[in-house]
C-alpha cells in the first residue's frame, strides 16, 4: 500500500520518512510510535481497521477529511506523551478504545460527524481534553471520585432517571450524530 517508490526517505533529516497511500485501497493500519515527533493524516483514505500504541512520543493523528468507509475499530494505547488526535468526526468510527497513562491528550470529535459512536476512555495519572461540537448528542457515563476531576458543562446535560454516573445532552435522542462516552478516570 505504499506509494510505487516506497517510503521516501527526506534529505537533511536523519530519521524522517513520508508514506503515500492511495485512497481506493482497503487500509488497516496497526502502528508503533516510540520515542518520537510524529504526524499522522488520514484524511481521505479508507480505513477500515486502526490500532496505535504511542510510547514517549508528541504525536498529532488527524483525520483532515472523511474517511471513505467505516472505521469500525478504533484502538489507542497511549503511554507518557502528548498526543492530539483531530477531526474524530471524519474518521466514521464504530467503537474507540482509549487506554491513556501518565500523557496529555486531546480528543477533538470534529468533522463530519453524522453517526452512532461509543467511545471507551481510560486515563490513569494522564489529562485529557475531550471537544465536542454541540450540535452531536452525547451520552456520558463516568463515575466520579474523590481522587479525580471530570468536568462537563452539565447545565447542558440531564442525569439519566435511576442512574448517578450517566448524563445525557439535551439534544442526544433527536442529533443527527450521537456518541456515548464511557470515562474511566483515574487522578
Avoid at 515527533?37 to 477500515?48: C, I, P, Q
Avoid at 469500525?72 to 478504545?97: P, V, W
Wanted: with cysteine.
Amino acid at each position: 500500500l505504499v506509494n510505487q517508490r516506497g517510503p521516501t526517505k527526506l534529505e537533511g533529516d536523519e530519521n524522517r520518512w513520508e508514506f503515500s497511500f492511495t485512497p481506493e485501497a482497503d487500509c488497516r493500519f496497526d502502528i508503533e510510535v516510540g520515542a518520537a515527533n510524529a504526524e499522522f493524516d488520514f484524511g481521505d483514505l479508507t480505513v477500515s481497521d486502526m490500532q496505535l500504541d504511542i510510547g514517549a512520543a508528541e504525536v498529532i493523528i488527524d483525520f483532515s477529511t472523511p474517511n471513505r468507509t467505516v472505521l469500525r475499530d478504533l484502538k489507542i494505547d497511549a503511554g507518557a506523551c502528548d498526543l492530539e488526535m483531530r477531526n474524530l468526526g471524519n474518521s466514521r468510527f464504530e467503537f474507540l478504545t482509549f487506554d491513556g497513562g501518565m500523557g496529555s491528550f486531546t480528543l477533538d470529535y470534529t468533522g463530519d460527524f453524522d453517526f452512532e459512536a461509543e467511545a471507551s476512555i481510560d486515563v490513569g495519572l494522564g489529562s485529557i481534553d475531550i471537544i465536542i461540537p454541540e450540535d452531536i448528542g452525547v451520552r456520558i457515563e463516568a463515575e466520579e471520585h474523590w481522587f479525580n476531576s471530570i468536568d462537563f458543562p452539565k447545565k447542558s446535560f440531564s442525569k439519566v432517571r435511576g442512574d448517578d454516573d450517566v448524563w445525557e445532552s439535551d439534544n442526544f435522542k433527536t442529533a443527527k450524530g450521537r456518541l456515548t462516552l464511557v470515562l474511566d478516570v483515574g487522578m
